[in-house]
């Protein structure tokens, strides 16, 4: 796999994003299951980082950190041509 670097800025926006609005059980825990197996970490820190965050402070703080761990801009902007 190319970019691996690039697994735990997107799996941390995954759980992000499902915590707000409807969530989906299954995306937890297999992001759950990822942090665990890929990091030997957990999600409890990022559970609580996640209380009382708005949809959109979320998206906000997500764009900002796959700005600065990955290459997601680049691939938007090259999405859209």
Do not use: W
């Not at 970019?3 to 735990?8: G, M, S, V």
């Amino acid at each position: 796999m190319k970019n691996t670097k690039e697994i735990q800025p997107i799996l941390t926006a995954i759980f992000c994003l499902n915590r707000t609005d409807a969530r989906n059980e299954l995306i937890n825990r297999i992001c759950d299951y990822a942090f665990r197996r890929l990091f030997g970490a957990n999600t409890n820190l990022l559970s609580l980082a996640c209380i009382g965050q708005t949809k959109e402070s979320m998206e906000q703080q997500i764009t900002e950190l796959l700005e600065q761990e990955t290459e997601f801009k680049k691939y938007l902007e090259e999405y859209k041509k």
